[in-house]
DNA sequence: AGGTCCCGCCAAGGT
DNA sequence: ACCTTGGCGGGACCT
């Protein structure tokens, strides 16, 4: 026994009709879906603290799974570990400071590498993080063999490697750049370095759709394709404010029902699904819920992308580290872009990163004098 | 013919 | 020694 079973007709929940034909489908038991259930579950009042194991077993998965959500969703700050088996519930309210850090956490160590030796060489992949002291670990990572004998130069090469960390990464990507729009191999290659190794590409591919999946469920980003290239890509939504979700009447039975293999009450309504409509509809319900804080506003509405990328409103909020423009008041900013982009330039030693940010910088700065001249409407419709 | 990404093995980390 | 975490990638499923 090991193949799954066609399905468990054991199940109470089945939502009511429309199960068209049911049978085993992989969407229902995706991470996104069993994430969006998971919010549902503990996004509300009372909720405080989390227990894996609970988790697991009201959303009929195995734990494994829920190291996977809990993992990003620690890096948004919508959670914290708080022991063994236990997270503390911060809820989405939280998503706005963390979002904060990891911008200026981006911005900072951006210039770190910038005035220490910016120029470096070749650097796999892996980037500091906390103390730096001990030795530069061994150059790169070409350790052969080494049969038995313990690689001091992989201390914490696990976190390196890690979920978290890769999530935050993948969101500073948004958050200290003006892109809005990143395609999923840019994104790969620049959260790798050597983008050359088809392996390690791959798997890191196959992390990014978990992020992804998970980040799209809070609706944090959105999956898009390029306009051009029609090649998979993300595209930066930010906190809008609370997602509404609707705990399906169904889950909450569910709760009480014992998980036998196979059966996964992560099927219920199954209403997340990544087809258009329901995506849009989604967006617009979340928007409208949000819509209070305004300062956001027109354009680039969900239909029309004019382009590959598209600047974002991120507020640089009181005090701010980040050039953050608005078509609004671009009346009133009259410094130096020159000057304030070379300033905020990170420098990213791969070069792929680097042409990337040049670009996005270009495109960024043309939009930018031209907005700032006189021009009412900033026009984007010409190239370049 | 790819693009997605579920699933669970099994190795680090903790206790 | 046992339990918790969670990297990793085979290969099934979905365009």
């Not at 193949?3 to 054991?10: G, I, Q, T």
């Not at 503990?42 to 009929?60: C, F, M, P, Q, V």
């Not at 009450?265 to 804080?293: G, Y």
């Amino acid at each position: 026994m090991s193949d799954l079973p066609p399905e468990n007709p054991n199940l109470p929940l089945t939502s009511s009709s429309s199960s068209l034909h049911h049978s085993y489908s992989r969407k229902q038991k995706s991470l996104g879906l069993l994430c969006t259930n998971f919010l549902a579950l503990y996004n509300r009042h009372g909720i405080e603290t989390i227990g894996l194991d609970d988790a697991a077993s009201k959303l009929g998965v195995e734990r494994r799974r829920i190291y996977d959500i809990v993992n990003v969703l620690e890096s948004v700050g919508v959670l914290t570990k708080r022991a063994k088996n236990q997270y503390t519930w911060k809820g989405f309210s939280a998503i706005p400071a963390a979002l904060k850090e990891l911008q200026e956490e981006g911005a900072k160590d951006t210039f770190h590498r910038f005035y220490t030796n910016e120029n470096v060489k070749v650097s796999d992949d892996e980037d500091d993080e906390e103390e730096s002291s001990s030795q530069p670990l061994s150059s790169s990572q070409t350790d052969t063999s080494k049969p038995g004998s313990l690689d001091p130069s992989k201390i914490d090469n696990r976190r390196e490697k890690s979920l978290g960390l890769l999530t935050q990464n993948f969101i500073k990507l948004f958050v200290c750049s003006e892109a809005r729009i990143i395609s999923l191999d840019e994104a790969a290659k620049l959260l790798l370095g050597d983008a050359h190794n088809t392996s390690i590409m791959r798997t890191k591919v196959r992390r990014l759709y978990d992020i992804a999946n998970v980040l799209s469920s809070m609706n944090l980003i959105e999956k898009t394709h390029t306009l051009d290239s029609r090649k998979p890509a993300f595209k930066w939504l930010g906190y809008n404010g609370e997602p509404t979700f609707t705990l399906s009447s169904d889950l909450m039975q569910a709760e009480s029902t014992k998980r036998v293999f196979g059966t996964d009450l992560t099927n219920v309504s199954v209403k997340r699904s990544r087809t258009h409509e329901n995506a849009t509809e989604r967006r617009i319900k979340m928007k409208q819920h949000a819509i209070a804080d305004s300062s956001y506003n027109q354009s680039s509405d969900d239909a029309h992308e004019s382009r590959r990328y598209e600047f974002g409103p991120f507020e640089p909020a009181a005090g701010g580290t980040y050039p953050a423009a608005r078509l609004e008041d671009n009346s009133k900013r009259a410094f130096d872009v020159e000057n304030l982009v070379s300033d905020y330039r990170p420098s990213y030693q791969n070069q792929v990163l680097k042409d990337l940010f040049a670009h996005y910088m270009d495109a960024w700065k043309s939009w930018y004098s031209e907005v700032t001249q006189k021009n009412p409407l900033p026009d984007t419709s010409k190239r370049h």
